[in-house]
């Protein structure tokens, strides 16, 4: 027997989508205006289309090395926390550790500390402690995968370790049986059943580098700047480019969803997995 869904409850969810999803319009209606008409009455209906913000942004260099810089960044950053964090996670279900609680609380705790805490000895690091010769760091695309790694990858293994310990044990032991090494444990029997898990990890970590701008800003200059940072290049003493500021935010969300398209299958199953034991 159907049951009907209340229209009050579809209205509630209609109100709740306009609010979460009018900034986003009206950040594009903000992107194709002038400068001259973003100061006049507002209007909500868009009635004509200047594009020419977007034509500025595909045509500055500079903003196209900075999104690159935001792509290779974060999807190295994602890549690597996912993996790390997935033999970690391996390592502490299934070996017997002492202190293995203890040592995935300690993990957790740079993930709660506020990034700034870190600024300065991640910059003394990077410039200092790191530096060979004439060669540092700072200012790097792998200095700056590597600062992300510091407060994602303890996300990935606490995301990632419900799903490894949902995978019975069982299986591992029914390899070794078989005469699978370990690699082969690890590669063809439970990475392949936590691929939801992973997923969402992936996901997370990848959105969480992507959109950071605090470390960014204060640990790159030119050569590693992101996209985010790139924003702030247009608030001058002069005047702020409203128009170029907003086109620039919506092409950083365009990767975003794109990457969301590609893995929301796997993101509610990822979510859940492990989360019921039999």
């Not at 913000?53 to 999104?67: C, E, H």
């Not at 690159?68 to 996912?82: E, K, Q, W, Y």
């Not at 996300?155 to 005469?179: H, M, N, Q, S």
């Amino acid at each position: 027997m159907k049951t009907k869904t209340p229209w009050l409850f579809i209205l509630f969810w209609l109100f709740v989508s306009f609010l979460t999803l009018f900034p986003i319009y009206w950040l594009f209606v903000i992107s194709v205006k002038p400068a001259v008409e973003l100061f006049s009455t507002p209007e909500v209906l868009l009635t004509k289309v200047y594009w020419q913000n977007y034509i500025d942004v595909l045509n500055d260099a500079t903003l196209r090395r900075y999104m690159m810089n935001s792509l290779i960044i974060s999807s190295c950053n994602a890549l690597l926390c996912t993996l790390l964090g997935f033999l970690a996670c391996y390592a502490l279900s299934r070996f017997d550790l002492g202190g293995k609680e203890s040592i995935f609380f300690w993990t957790i705790t740079n993930r709660m500390a506020p990034p700034a805490v870190f600024l300065l000895p991640l910059f003394l690091l990077l410039t200092q402690v790191y530096k060979i010769g004439d060669f540092s760091l700072a200012d790097t695309r792998t200095g700056m995968i590597l600062v992300y790694c510091t407060f994602n990858l303890p996300f990935a293994i606490w995301t990632l370790r419900p799903t490894v310990d949902g995978i019975p044990k069982e299986l591992d032991e029914a390899a070794y049986v078989d005469g699978a090494s370990p690699f082969k444990v690890i590669t063809e029997v439970v990475f392949p059943l936590a691929r939801p898990g992973l997923a969402v990890t992936l996901i997370l970590t990848w959105v969480f580098a992507w959109n950071e701008y605090l470390l960014a800003a204060t640990l790159t200059n030119f050569n590693a700047r992101t996209l985010t940072t790139g924003l702030s290049e247009y608030v001058t003493t002069t005047g702020t480019e409203w128009g170029i500021m907003a086109a620039i935010s919506v092409f950083t969300l365009i990767p975003a969803l794109i990457v969301f398209s590609l893995v929301q299958r796997h993101i509610v199953a990822g979510l859940t997995f492990g989360a019921v034991k039999g």
